[in-house]
């Protein structure tokens, strides 16, 4: 297994030190969180996106994927916005040479059937751009489509090469559904995996990996060898939290722990 971290985790910190960062703790590849806040997202122009891959490419860093924010089953969504929100990702993740997006559901609280086929009408229409590109954009498992069962009603419909999944383990293990079924469904789609830790249900302020209580051995002893798994430490949303920096190297030796385990 490869593994990356998010930037999530170290919220407007310089390109530069994100990769130093990265090669500094063992980690091969990093989620940029593309939000305008972040020091890369859509609106940055030709020679900073050039600068951000030299930056990656001397570190012999990946960037692993551009995670998003748009909402592809939100019933008030604009059309022609969220087209263009979405076609901006993709143009980012192929100048920046990343293989993957992420997108949300972000279905509310509409009828399922109707947030499903909305969410697959959009996804099959960016999945052209996605094609001449050479990019995957991968649902996450979230919010109103927060199961490996949720997400797989939109993507079999979709049923493109270029639409795919995000498993984030913590929200399939909030929906109550079991790591078996998650990865059984999800498998046909699967882009890569976001794990964390929380220490319950009702309290997910991020921790340290093997800190809480979500099943992470379970869940990476169901993945292939070559699959990418990123720790999405969610410090932005609670700025309380441990810093990540100081948590890294031990994330990334808890993981080929649990990996050498499984194997």
């Known amino acids: 297994m490869k593994f990356a971290f998010s930037t999530l985790g170290v919220p407007g910190m310089p390109v530069s030190e994100v990769v ?3 090669s500094a703790t063992g980690f091969q590849g990093v989620e940029l969180r593309a939000h305008p806040e972040e020091p890369v997202h859509p609106g940055i122009g030709v020679a900073e996106r050039a600068s951000v891959v030299d930056d990656f490419k001397r570190a012999g860093i990946e960037i692993l994927a551009v995670a998003g924010y748009a909402r592809v089953a939100d019933a008030d969504a604009d059309e022609e916005e969220l087209r263009q929100e979405l076609d ?9 040479g990343a293989p993957y997006i992420r997108v949300f559901p972000g279905g509310g609280d509409q009828e399922r059937a109707d947030a499903d086929a909305t969410a697959a009408r959009r996804l099959g229409a960016a999945a052209e751009l ?4 050479g990019v ?4 996450e498992t979230h919010d109103s489509h927060r199961t490996g069962t949720d997400a797989a009603r939109v993507l079999g419909p979709v049923g493109h090469p270029r639409v795919g999944a995000v498993w984030d383990v913590m929200h399939t293990w909030l929906g109550g559904e079991d790591p078996v079924t998650s990865h059984a469904v999800l ?3 699967l882009g890569y995996v976001q794990v964390k830790d929380i220490a319950s249900a009702d309290d997910t302020t991020p921790l340290a990996l093997g800190a809480g209580v979500l099943p992470l051995g379970e869940c990476l002893a169901l993945l292939d060898d070559d699959i990418w798994v990123c720790w999405e430490y969610e410090k932005r949303w609670y700025p ?4 990540l920096p100081g948590l890294l190297e031990a994330g990334r030796g808890y993981l080929e722990g649990l990996t050498a385990r499984n194997r």
């Open 130 to 133: 996605a094609s001449d590109f």
């Open 20 to 22: 130093t960062l990265a």
């Open 88 to 96: 901006g990702l993709l143009w980012l993740a192929r100048d920046l």
């Open 187 to 189: 498998a046909p789609h």
């Open 136 to 139: 995957r954009i991968l649902l």
């Open 240 to 243: 309380a939290a441990d810093e």
